[in-house]
Every structure is written in C-alpha cells, then in structure tokens.
C-alpha cells in the first residue's frame, strides 16, 4: 500500500477524512480585520481564531507526515481522532505493551494538532493498563523540541516529526522506568497521607482545614473509592495508589462521552500529571542514594 493509500485509509478509519479553511474576519461596520477564522470545511464550524501569519497543517498533510516519520522508526500509525468537534486532532502509532507488576500497558506514541491555534504540533506518551482500562497521557512539549515551520515542506516535516517521535520513545522509556519504581514502593501511612495532601491542594484547590462543599465532598469519596479498588487490584504500592487516581479520572470524574479528551488535554489530564509528580518527588526524596565518604 503505497503512503497515499495509507494515509486516506488512516483518515476514513479515524473520522479525520476533512479539511479547514482559514477565512478573514470582519468586523461590525464590515471592514475587514486582521484576524482570521479556521472553519471545518463540511460543517461549516468555526473551530479557532488566529492571525494573518498563520498556516493550518490540514488532516491528511499530519497523516502523511506521521504514517513517513512512523516508518522511518520502525512502528506504525493505526489510531486517531479528534476533540471537541476538531479543535484538536491526534494520530497514534503502537508501542510493544510492557507488564509493570501485574498489570500490562498498552503504549502509543500520540501527534496532536490543534486547528484552533492554542498550541502547535506536540507528541506524548499514552498508555492504557489493560487491567481498569485507566489512560494515562504524557504530553512532551518542552523547549528541546524541534518546532513545526510555517509552510515547511514535507520533508522537513517527516525529518522534525522523526526527531520527536525519538525522543518521545526514549521518553516513554523513561516513563515505564518511573513506573516500576512506583510498583516497588510500598504504600505507608506517611507516604500516603503526604502524597494525598499534596494531591489535594494542587488537584483540588484544598488545604487540610477547608470546609468542604457537597460536590468536593462528592469528589473525594470518589477519588477514596477509586484508590481503594486499585490497591486492592494493583497491590499496596504506590504504583496501586497513582492508578487510583487515574481510575478516579478515567472512570468517575470524567464527562460522558469525553473520556480521551478529559485525560489526554482536559482536566483529569491536569489531575493526573499532578499525582504522577507528587509520587515520582515522594520516592526520588525517599529513596535517594546515601553515599558515605570512607
């Protein structure tokens, strides 16, 4: 199958088979502006509002970039799909699956777009423990990345979508490495009660002594049983109680029908990077290496 086959393939199979167009705005007495409007081509609906300078990367020029730079690291894209009525698009090529503990993850490096000009082409991490079925999304958008160049050609799009595609697999690695770290951490009262705190106020806004209304008191029995059950199925790990979190915003906190978007670039994302942190600082301060001069 040639790469024009696969990416119209991939588009149909993904829901992403469209197109945006990016439209002057004007204003009230009917002059034009110096904004310009990027609308989904058959909808018509208006997904974001950006600049003159601005060039739309279309769906199937993202496709064909990732299907090319995919190959030339040896794995292949196979998923996709959008938020919020396009605002954001995303392709995803498969990972081997790991086991940490007892439970298997299934991995996928992630492409995201955004056709409303609030960020520009990222990849991440994005795993699956097939055990709760929780999604866990690690974006990687730091400085060392290689941006996207207006209107740069495709093959200086295949060469940076390459070079990020690498780094987030060695990044991924990494992360898998993190979380065997979590699994060999034992779940104490000290542990859990300062990580919970911590969770708390940077999750939730809450400090130990707040008066808790209806829906955050709501919140937390929901986030209590969701841990509950993970250490039970995960074991007294630190590894079980992050999964409870996740299980919390996978399963419990997350809209319906909105499941990817609320953990890949919604809140329960947010939630969930701030559990991931607190663990991770908890066993790097507890578990440090002590060096004694002879």
């Known amino acids: 199958m040639t790469t024009f086959e696969q990416t119209f393939e991939l588009l149909d199979r993904t829901g992403l088979n469209w197109t945006v167009n990016k439209l002057p705005l004007y204003g009230p007495d009917g002059q034009k502006t110096n904004s310009y409007g990027i609308f989904r081509n058959e909808t018509n609906q208006h997904l974001g509002t950006v600049g003159p300078r601005y060039v739309p990367m279309q769906n199937h020029e993202l496709a064909e970039t990732i299907i090319d730079a995919c190959e030339g690291v040896g794995i292949q894209a196979t998923k996709g799909g959008f938020f919020d009525g396009g605002r954001k698009v995303y392709f995803q090529a498969a ?45 990687y958008r730091d400085g060392a990345m290689t941006k996207y160049r207006h209107g740069a050609s495709a093959l200086e799009r295949i060469k940076t979508a390459m070079m990020q595609i690498k780094a987030t697999m060695a990044s991924d690695q990494l992360l898998m490495d993190k979380f065997s770290r979590m699994a060999d951490a034992k779940l104490t009262e000290e542990a859990t009660q300062a990580i919970l705190t911590t969770i708390f106020k940077k999750g939730f806004g ?53 499941k990817e978007e609320y953990v890949m670039d919604g809140a329960g994302y947010d939630l969930n990077l701030v559990a991931f942190d607190t663990v991770m600082e908890w066993i790097e301060k507890h578990t440090a290496k002590q060096y004694v001069l002879a």
Not at 119 to 130: A, L, P, Q
Not at 239 to 256: C, D, K, S
Request: net charge neutral; with cysteine.
């Open 95 to 139: 990972l081997p699956d790991v086991v940490i503990d007892r439970s298997p993850l299934k991995r996928f490096i992630t492409g995201i777009n955004s056709h409303d000009g609030s960020t520009s082409i990222g990849f991440g991490s994005t795993n699956i423990n097939t055990v709760c079925i929780n999604t866990f999304h690690m974006a």
């Open 206 to 258: 809450l400090e130990p002594k707040d008066e808790l209304s209806t829906r955050r008191k709501n919140q937390l029995i929901g986030l209590n049983n969701s841990m509950e059950k993970e250490i039970v199925d995960q074991g007294a790990t630190l590894w079980g109680l992050f999964n409870g979190v996740t299980r919390y915003t996978n399963h419990v906190a997350a809209p319906a029908g909105q």
